[in-house]
């Protein structure tokens, strides 16, 4: 395969780093980049010095040597540089949430579908997740027998100071569901084995920043695909005293056995991230997951080049935001906002 060259669009969220790496580790060239915001351009400069500063996004679509888009702009902005990058003949990686609204959502889904080309999501606590990968190992290999229960935690710390005002504007972040639980949502899916699930019932508030309003900082969804079930909780209060941005956690009850997975801590334990539990027949074991392999990148590279779907089936990308957006729109419609 040549070298596959790719562009970032929008570097508005963080998270822009670890798509970039994840490509770069695969093999990819980073050829470019495009942010409107000086600040912004130039801590992405300090870090990646040999990409070239692209003055408009139009020039990059342009531009047929470029194969693919990453981003990680405002997130009710991303759609929309996702529609034009396809409509571009180029494929696309962008954070989560791919999109805020189901306008959006019936948008993308058209012009992928029209256009033939990937149109992916970093899930990132998931695929740059080694012990979440390896619990997708241990499920597969039948470790733990059928999954009947998913519990997903997701709590972030706030960092209030360092956010950009878009954070905290509800048509520009979403929601939380949207945003956070998105995460969430995919993983359910992928632990299922399945591409739909139905949202049983879902709520949000807002229980510290009160004068934030649009602001959500916490979140759940009970899920369900007729064989197993599903709790997610998302939030925005990961205390100070956390030695990490939060404590993200998974657990999955199988017939056979159980898999907790503490992706980033192990509270007054063992160091660092990544720790898997396996509780089954023969006992409990803790594997140190730090080493294992993160296949995304690679996978990602070969389906552009083959056509394929083997990083994420396309229609599994899509659900996951498609079950979030629902998920936030129940809330809503619940009043359980403030």
Sequence with gaps: MDELRFAAVGLNHNHIYGQVNCLLRAGARLAGFHEKDDALAAEFSAVYADARRIATAEEILEDENIGLIVSAAVS??????????????????????????????????????????????????????????????????????????IVGLGPHRLRRETRPDWFFRRADYGGILTDIASHQCEQFLFFTGVNDATVLSASVGNQSVPDAPELQDTGSIHLSTGRTTGMIHVNWL??????????????????????????????????????????????????????VDLPFGRQFLADIRDRTETAMPQERCFKAMELALQAQAIAEQNGDRN
Excluded at 90 to 105: A, W
Excluded at 125 to 137: Q, R
Excluded at 262 to 279: I, P, Q, S
């Design 238 to 291: 990961t205390p100070e005293g956390m030695p990490t941005w939060g404590d993200g956690r998974l657990f999955i009850v199988g017939t056979s056995g159980t898999i907790e997975v503490r992706k980033t801590v192990d509270l007054a334990g063992r160091e660092g991230g990544n720790h898997l539990f396996l509780a089954d027949r023969n006992g409990v074991e803790h594997i140190d997951c730090s080493r």
């Design 76 to 149: 009710s902005e991303r759609a929309e540089l996702a529609i034009r990058a396809m409509q571009h003949g180029k494929d696309v990686l962008v954070d989560k949430p791919g999109m805020t609204s189901f306008d959006q959502l019936a948008k993308l889904r058209r012009v992928q579908a029209e256009t033939g080309r990937i149109f992916s999501i970093l899930y990132s606590e998931h695929f740059e997740s080694p012990a979440t990968v390896k619990a997708g190992e241990l499920v597969a290999a039948g470790a733990i027998g059928e999954v009947v229960h």
